[in-house]
Every structure is written in structure tokens, then in C-alpha cells.
């Protein structure tokens, strides 16, 4: 498998636009479990105050929450999908994303790129974050904040 270098990406300060303008985060492949990282980050941003839904192919709750089987099955508005798919699903990802109207941001996390999806997803107006993890991202804005 080739890795792809990230060249459509967001900085740290639109990082830090997106973590203050977000409240809901779909993250897509959500693990139930616990020692599984997409659990550990989801569990992290729910307890930072965000509003997660579980996107996962099998199970009824995680984290407390109702799980859908796709982006398509959430009624109800999306700010951000966190993405813990293999880079060759973030096409069909970002397409749901267009499809949907209401997804501002892409984030691919850490180690996951696909800059063709990321494009997409950019020329129809999200942000697109890769290759970074929102807990990682979050943590370091708020030490940032109370540093100074």
C-alpha cells in the first residue's frame, strides 16, 4: 500500500476554528471497543462536550449512543466526520458528505490520507483536515489556550 502525503490540509488555526464551530461529530468506523483508538477518541470528545454519532456497520449503542450504519441513516445535522476508514473509502465518504449538504468538515485521522477525496470535499466547501487526530489536535489547542 502507497502512502500519500497530505497536500490539501488545514492549519492549526483553522484547526482551532473548527474545534469552536463544531457540536456534532459523526465518526465513521467507530469501534465499541474501548482499547480500539477511534473509541478511545470518541470517548475523549464526548467528554470535551461534543455530540458524537457512532457510524459502524454492527452494534446498537456505543458510547451511549445510537448507532447508524451510515452517514445517509443520521437525521439530524452534522458538523464534522471523523474518519476511521482506509484511505480508499474517503471517495465514497466524501461523496455522502456532498450528498448530505450539511458536513463542514472532512477529517481524516492520523496516517489517513487521500488527497483526490480531500479535493472533493474542499471544492464543495468543507474544511479537510488529514493525517491529524482531532483528540491529539484538541488536547494541544486547549494546553495552548491555558498556556496563555
Known amino acids: 500500500m502507497e502512502c500519500e502525503f497530505p497536500t ?6 483553522e484547526m482551532k ?7 456534532t461529530i459523526a465518526i465513521l468506523g467507530l469501534s465499541p ?6 473509541n478511545m477518541v470518541a470517548r475523549y470528545l464526548q467528554n470535551a462536550g461534543y455530540k458524537i454519532v457512532p457510524v459502524y456497520p454492527k ?14 441513516e443520521i437525521p439530524f445535522e452534522i458538523d464534522m466526520v471523523d474518519i476511521f476508514r482506509k484511505p480508499d473509502a474517503f471517495e465514497a465518504i466524501a461523496d455522502a458528505c456532498i450528498k ?11 496516517g489517513l490520507v487521500n ?3 480531500a479535493q472533493k470535499a ?7 483536515v488529514q493525517n491529524y487526530c ?12 491555558i498556556a496563555y
Open 100 to 110: 448530505r449538504g450539511d458536513v463542514k468538515v472532512f477529517w481524516g485521522q492520523l
Open 122 to 128: 474542499k471544492d464543495a466547501g468543507m474544511k479537510v
Open 33 to 38: 471497543d474501548a482499547s480500539k483508538a477511534s
Open 59 to 72: 452494534e446498537d449503542e456505543i458510547l451511549g449512543e445510537k448507532v447508524y450504519r451510515s452517514l445517509a
Open 134 to 145: 482531532t483528540k491529539i489536535e484538541h488536547m494541544m489547542l486547549t494546553i495552548d489556550e
Open 8 to 13: 490539501v490540509n488545514s492549519n492549526r488555526e
Open 17 to 23: 476554528e473548527i474545534f469552536e464551530n463544531t457540536k
Open 115 to 117: 488527497n483526490a477525496a
